[in-house]
C-alpha cells in the first residue's frame, strides 16, 4: 500500500469531519471557519495539517512558530500547565485578526536563533478554512474559537521512534523530550480532557 493510501485511511475521519462541517447549515453563512489539530509529539499533526490544506485549499498555522521568548522562561511560567507555548502572541497576532476575517501578519519563532525572526515576518489572507496545528493548539487561554477539535494519538514505542527519526536520534533533544517536553505534553493533555473534547480522534495504530 502506497504512503498516500496509508494516509487517506487514518486521516479520512478528519477528512468527513470537514466536508460535514462544510455542509452544515449552522455554518454556511461562515466566511471563516478555524479548525485546531492537537495532539500528543510525534502522532502526525503536522502531516495531517499538510495533507488537509492539500485536500481544502485551507491556510495552515504552525504553533511551533510560538515558542516562549526568553523573557516569558520564568520559573512561574514553566511551572504552569500549557505555559510552553507563546499562546499570548498567538492569540493576538493569529487567532483575533481570524475571527475578524482580517490578513494575519506574524513573524515565527526561530530555534536557531532562539528569538522571534524579524526577517521571516508573513502576512497571510484568510481562507474559509483555516487550520491551527501543534501542541497546545487547543489551549484554554483562547476560549473556544474553533469549530472542529482533531486529537492525534500515538503510542509511547511509536511515538519515540517518530520522534528520534524527526531529530536524527539526537541524543540531547530526545533527552528534552524525554525528561521535559512530553512531561509537560501530557500534563496539558490530561489537564484540559483533550481526548474526551475532541470531535475527531485519530489513533497512530
Not at 177 to 197: C, G, H, Q, S, V
Request: aromatic share 12%; net charge negative.
Amino acid at each position: 500500500m502506497e504512503i498516500t493510501d496509508i494516509k487517506q485511511r487514518r486521516f479520512q475521519p478528519a477528512v468527513d469531519a470537514i466536508k460535514d462541517l462544510l455542509e452544515d447549515e449552522e455554518y454556511m453563512d461562515e466566511e471563516v471557519l478555524i479548525i485546531a489539530i492537537d495532539g500528543r509529539s510525534g502522532s502526525g499533526k503536522t502531516t495531517l495539517a499538510d495533507f488537509l490544506a492539500k485536500q481544502f485549499d485551507a491556510n495552515v498555522f504552525h504553533m511551533d512558530d510560538f515558542f516562549l521568548q526568553s523573557h516569558q522562561r520564568t520559573e512561574e511560567r514553566l511551572s504552569e500547565v500549557g505555559g510552553n507555548v507563546d499562546y499570548e502572541r498567538f492569540r493576538e497576532e493569529v487567532l483575533i485578526p481570524l475571527w475578524y476575517g482580517d490578513p494575519v501578519s506574524y513573524r515565527p519563532f526561530s530555534c536557531k536563533i532562539m528569538e522571534i525572526d524579524k526577517d521571516k515576518e508573513q502576512t497571510i489572507k484568510p481562507k474559509r478554512i483555516n487550520i491551527v496545528e501543534g501542541s497546545y493548539s487547543q489551549h484554554p487561554y483562547f476560549g473556544e474559537p474553533y469549530q472542529l477539535r482533531v486529537f492525534l494519538d500515538i503510542d509511547e514505542e511509536s511515538q519515540l521512534e517518530n520522534i528520534s527519526a524527526r531529530t536524527g536520534g539526537d541524543n540531547e533533544i530526545m533527552e528534552k523530550f524525554r525528561n521535559e517536553w512530553i512531561p509537560k505534553e501530557e500534563e496539558y493533555i490530561k489537564a484540559n480532557d483533550l481526548e474526551e473534547k475532541a470531535d475527531v480522534y485519530i489513533s497512530w495504530n
